[in-house]
C-alpha cells in the first residue's frame, strides 16, 4: 500500500475556508460588507498579501463581490451562485454529508442519469459496451468500498463520454467526492455485491439498447435510494 505526503493547508488556503465556512453557515449573512482589509488582516492573524489573494479566490467562485470604492460585500450565492461557487463548496464539503447533502444530491442524479442513459443507449458501439461490462465486473471482484464507489464513478462518467454531452460530463466530474462518498456509504451499508448487482442491472438496458427498461429501472432505484429500501442517511448507517 502506497501512502501519501500529508500536505498542511497555506494561509491563504486557510483564509478562504474559513470565510466560506462563514458565509455558508449565516455567520455572514448576503449583503454583509467585510471589514477592511487590514483591519481583516489583523483580526485573523495573517498579512495583507494573504487578505488581497484570498478575497480575490473568493470572488472568482462567486462568494464575495468586490465594489470599488465602497469594499468587499457577500454575494448572495443562492441567486447569483456559479458553478465555480459550486465546485468550492463541494470541495469544502468532501466526503461530509448531511441527510439534506445525500437528498439533494440524489434528487439532481435522478435526472441526469436519464439523460446519459438516453444519450449512451443511442449512441453506444459494441467495443464500448464491453468497457463498461469490465468496469462493472470490477466493482463485483474489488473488497474495497472505496475502490468499487471510484469504479461506479468511473461508469457514469463513461456514459457521459459515450453519449458526447460535455456539459453532463462536467457536473457529473463536479459531484465526483460527494457521489463516491455516497457510494462508499452504499457499500458499507448495503454491501459491495448490491452496488455490483444494480451496475450490472443498468449494463444489461444499456447492452439490449433498451432505454424503456432503463428509464423505468432508474426511476425505481432513484425512488429507493431517496425514499425506499436502499436510503444513504444518517439512521441508516450501521455501527
Request: charged letters at 30%.
Amino acid at each position: 500500500m502506497r501512502f501519501e505526503k500529508i500536505k498542511a493547508p497555506s494561509q491563504k488556503e486557510m483564509f478562504v475556508k474559513r470565510i466560506q465556512e462563514m458565509i455558508l453557515s449565516g455567520d455572514l449573512p448576503a449583503g454583509t460588507y467585510l471589514p477592511p482589509e487590514r483591519d481583516l488582516s489583523e483580526q485573523m492573524g495573517v498579512s495583507r498579501t494573504v487578505v488581497t489573494t484570498g478575497i480575490a479566490i473568493l470572488e472568482s467562485q462567486g462568494f464575495i463581490k468586490v465594489i470599488p470604492r465602497q469594499g468587499n460585500v457577500v454575494e448572495d450565492i443562492r441567486m447569483n451562485g456559479t458553478v465555480e461557487t459550486l465546485n468550492a463548496m463541494l470541495k469544502l464539503k468532501g466526503d461530509i454529508l448531511t441527510d439534506n447533502d445525500i437528498r439533494a444530491i440524489l434528487e439532481i442524479r435522478w435526472a441526469l442519469e436519464h439523460l446519459t442513459m438516453k444519450n449512451a443507449i443511442e449512441r453506444i458501439t459494441d467495443e464500448e459496451i464491453e468497457a463498461l461490462r469490465l468496469i462493472t465486473e470490477k466493482i463485483g471482484a474489488t473488497k474495497s468500498p472505496k475502490e468499487a464507489a471510484e469504479l461506479a464513478m468511473e461508469f457514469q462518467r463513461q456514459l457521459c463520454l459515450i453519449g458526447k454531452n460535455q456539459m453532463a460530463l462536467l457536473i457529473i466530474s463536479s459531484f465526483r467526492l460527494p457521489c463516491v462518498a455516497m457510494w462508499v456509504r452504499f457499500c458499507r451499508i448495503y454491501g459491495i455485491e448490491m452496488l455490483y448487482k444494480h451496475t450490472y442491472r443498468s449494463w444489461e438496458y444499456i447492452k439490449d439498447r433498451d432505454y424503456e427498461g432503463a428509464a423505468k429501472w432508474i426511476e425505481s432505484f432513484m425512488a429507493d435510494a431517496i425514499d425506499g429500501s436502499y436510503t444513504l442517511y444518517s439512521d441508516d448507517i450501521i455501527g
